[in-house]
């Protein structure tokens, strides 16, 4: 029993190194992935300040750009108005 149970371990060793071997030689094989990243550049300065009046009276439309804290902000829906600072309000994102 305990003859084969050493056989049966040196069997998984051999295996497990030639699985090894081979994935080894397939990861090398892989051609290189090159990515290309452009970020957007905002001027902060050029956005107006968001404004509680004129979200209170709905003149905000989809895709105005505001700042607030120091973030900008883009409206993405003109239908949904809840009276909240852009952070807490789920129409504005973050860009």
Known sequence: M???????AVCICIAASALSDTMA??????????????AKYY?????????FLKELFKEYKKG??????????QRKDS??????????????VKI
């Open 43 to 51: 001027d902060i300065s050029k956005y107006p300040y968001w404004s």
């Open 2 to 8: 305990k003859k084969a149970l050493i056989l049966f």
């Open 64 to 73: 105005d750009i505001v700042q607030y804290n120091g973030k900008l902000y």
């Open 25 to 38: 030689v397939y990861t090398k094989t892989l051609p290189a992935v090159t990515v290309t990243v452009t």
């Open 79 to 92: 239908g949904f108005f809840n009276h909240l600072a852009p952070d807490l309000n789920k129409s504005w």
